[in-house]
């Protein structure tokens, strides 16, 4: 059966749960004009996992209109569900919806759910705005060690060399995974501390750390 925008929107309004799970995962075979259009109508479905599929959707898709973008994934900020939340504050990152960094923050700081703020503090990095890097202060002190990581490598994204101290003081961490990101993230940055710190993980006992910060070198 070939796939058009009508057999995908009638799908779409199936009352059968699956066929509108089918019916997003066909959106990815049409031209990306048709693809948004047709989005939207699965971002308003009543259930959870077709709207979490369609917003995934929207970090290539919402290129298309990138205005129209930012009222979408704004209003599923508040949506229910976690899933669908955290996908919206990913594809805000992905696309670098600057717009819309006050309305991740205020969500960062009211929700009660580790993978929304996980998900927002990932796309902090991706966003690239400097007002992020206080809100990846915060975030690398938090409790949750999934958290403290992406802000971990957040801070390398951002590209801002204030984060050094910051991270240098998380080079030595007892978990490996945290010094792993440290070397990623301070590869990223241009300043003698950073380096100085990359150079004495050269001999960590961990050979994936003590590689990654060999290259970063350009020792290898």
Known sequence: MTISADSVKE????????????????????????????VQIAIGDSSARVRYAAVSQMDTLGTQDLQLSLTILRVLLNDPEADVQAAAADCLGALKLHDAFEDLKKLYQESPEWLVQF?????????????????LKQAISSDNGLIQ?????SFGELGDVQAVPILVSYSTNPDWQVRYRVVQA??????????????TLVNDDVEV????????????
């Open 186 to 199: 301070l590869s990223r940055l241009d300043d003698d501390a950073a380096k100085a710190t990359l150079a």
């Open 119 to 135: 998900s927002i503090i990932a796309a902090l990095g991706e966003l690239g705005d400097p007002r992020g890097f206080e809100l």
């Open 149 to 153: 990581t992406a802000a971990i490598s």
């Open 11 to 38: 799908l779409l309004s199936s009352e059968n749960l699956g066929d509108r799970l089918r019916a997003v995962n066909q959106i990815r075979s049409l031209k990306p004009h048709i693809g948004l259009e047709l």
């Open 209 to 220: 750390i003590a590689k990654e910060a060999r290259e970063a070198l350009q020792l290898v």
